[in-house]
């Protein structure tokens, strides 16, 4: 066992002090908010007593060819962003998480991903940022790769403590910590179920696609289809706020009622009409108060809905699902959701921005006074009377300013752009700008591209 200590939480919070691999394995779930599923996570540590800092996570590459570049653009990435943050971190501990197959074993699976450990640490070591410790959780059992002596990391593994039986679990609940299940739970809220709702659910995309996209890519009927997306959709929401959760019911039993609250066409309309940027800077502003609630579930609801040749429209839902979790307090969820929008769209800019504030620990209330101001401008607008309207000029409204009109950068890929889209309709706007003054470049967790499944869960 490496003989070193880690301090978990800053200053101001409940410290505790985590000696070894066995509290380390225990403690990874309390730092993330959830049990890491099929995840590589690097961890930053500062000073002399190794006080936990930012911290990646992305999913393990599929391809063994990946795992070379993934390791650099990650070890850049955590080291890097911790500069950016606060200061070059002193070490690094690195953790493989990924269940056995069917068949295998934990010891398996931790011989399967040594060379995964050994590039990693390479990465870290060229970067002049050293690794203290590397394990690998699999099975309900941890393995060091960086212990050689048999006698406290023995071959067969150490099994995890037992849940909620640790110094960092009751640390944990004294300052209100609380860790949700596994990330594969997380992600079954925001992805369709194996059913796929069926073939109905395609076929009322397939309609909407048809029926909404010319008038979307039309400037004169484009505002027609906005209104109509955002009064739908606030009609579901109304919908979804009368049916509020019940009381013993599972998060899988919750999601699928809100399911049976929106039909097919419903649920496609709203989908396909997210698909225009202003349109979907309009719904994000519904991320506090009484709205925030029917909101986020509404948002899950569609992600759940984009099903077949749809996939990537589902980043404007995941989009939103993640501004409003993390509007309202809750990170790993918004870290979650939007890591899917990216999975689904790497190039969906208001993901990539909220992603990266989220990530650096902004505060939200930023975007969130933005998209106030927004939407006061317009409701008194819409209470001028007509005349003074149309005194502005040529019987329009004066265009649109603030979020909605800004590109998130110079070069940015104008909407429609850039590469093929699926066949399942056109997505207007979907990939250029995003509201607020949230940040400006891709979050650098873009690592594993190709086979892999990146889930990029950054700076923390």
């Known amino acids: 066992m490496n003989k070193h200590q880690e301090t978990s939480g800053p200053a101001d919070e409940p410290q505790i002090t985590l000696r070894g691999p066995?509290?380390?394995?225990?403690?990874?779930?309390?730092?993330?908010?959830?049990?890491?599923?099929?995840?590589?996570?690097?961890?930053?540590?500062?000073g002399s007593r190794g006080r936990f800092g930012g911290r990646v996570r992305i999913g393990i590459p599929r391809s063994e060819k990946e795992w070379s570049p993934v390791a650099r653009q990650l070890a850049e990435c955590l080291i890097e962003g911790s500069e950016r943050r606060a200061a070059r971190p002193d070490?690094?501990?690195l953790f493989l998480c990924q269940d056995p197959a069917d068949g295998e074993s934990g010891l398996r699976v931790m011989e399967r991903l040594r060379p995964l450990a050994q590039w990693l640490r390479t990465a870290c070591g060229a970067l002049d940022v050293?690794?203290?410790?590397?394990?690998?959780?699999?099975?309900?059992?941890?393995?060091?790769?960086?212990?050689?002596?048999?006698?406290?990391?023995?071959?067969?593994?150490?099994?995890?403590?037992?849940?909620?039986?640790?110094?960092?679990?009751?640390?944990?609940?004294?300052?209100?910590?609380n860790v949700r299940g596994s990330l594969r739970d997380m992600e079954a809220r925001l992805v369709p179920p194996a059913a796929a709702l069926g073939t109905g659910q395609q076929?009322?995309?397939?309609?909407?696609?048809?029926?909404?996209?010319?008038?979307?890519?039309?400037?004169?009927?484009?505002?027609?289809?906005?209104?109509?997306?955002?009064?739908?959709?606030r009609a579901l929401m109304e919908?979804?706020?009368q049916a509020p959760p019940s009381a013993g019911r599972t998060a899988a039993q919750e999601d699928l009622a809100d399911d049976r609250l929106i039909s097919h066409d419903e649920a496609a309309a709203v989908i396909v009409g997210l698909q225009d940027r202003e349109t979907r800077d309009?719904?994000?502003?519904?991320?506090?108060?009484?709205?925030?609630?029917?909101?986020?579930?509404?948002?899950?609801?569609?992600?759940?809905?984009?099903?077949?040749?749809?996939t990537e429209h589902a980043a404007a839902p995941l989009t939103l699902a993640g501004w409003v979790s993390w509007s309202t307090g809750d990170e790993p969820a918004a870290r979650v959701a939007l890591g899917l929008a990216l999975d689904r769209d790497p190039e969906y800019v208001f993901a990539r921005l909220l992603h990266q504030a989220c990530n650096e620990?902004?505060?939200p209330e930023t975007l969130r006074d933005c998209l106030r101001v927004e939407r006061e401008a317009r409701e008194a607008l819409a209470s001028v009377p007509a005349p003074a309207v149309r005194s502005r000029g040529a019987g329009r409204p004066p265009a649109p300013r603030g979020p909605a009109a800004r590109r998130s950068r110079p070069g940015a890929r104008p909407a429609g752009a850039g590469k093929p889209r699926s066949t399942a309709g056109p997505r207007p706007g979907g990939t250029t700008g995003g509201p607020g003054r949230t940040g400006g470049r891709r979050a650098q967790e873009d690592a594993g591209r190709g086979g892999a499944r990146e889930e990029r869960e950054g700076l923390g």
């Open 203 to 233: 076929r009322a995309l397939d309609r909407a696609a048809g029926a909404l996209a010319p008038r979307i890519l039309d400037g004169d009927r484009r505002a027609g289809v906005a209104r109509e997306t955002i009064e739908l959709a």
């Open 22 to 46: 066995a509290e380390l394995a225990d403690a990874l779930p309390y730092v993330l908010g959830y049990h890491p599923t099929d995840s590589v996570v690097m961890v930053a540590l500062h």
């Open 130 to 177: 050293p690794v203290y410790e590397a394990l690998c959780v699999s099975g309900g059992r941890f393995w060091s790769y960086c212990c050689p002596d048999r006698r406290c990391c023995p071959a067969e593994g150490t099994a995890l403590a037992v849940p909620g039986t640790s110094v960092m679990a009751a640390t944990a609940a004294y300052a209100g910590v």
């Open 239 to 241: 919908r979804i706020a």
């Open 282 to 310: 309009r719904a994000a502003e519904w991320m506090e108060g009484p709205e925030a609630g029917p909101a986020l579930r509404l948002w899950r609801a569609l992600c759940r809905r984009c099903v077949g040749p749809y």
């Open 91 to 93: 070490g690094i501990v």
């Open 361 to 363: 620990d902004l505060d």
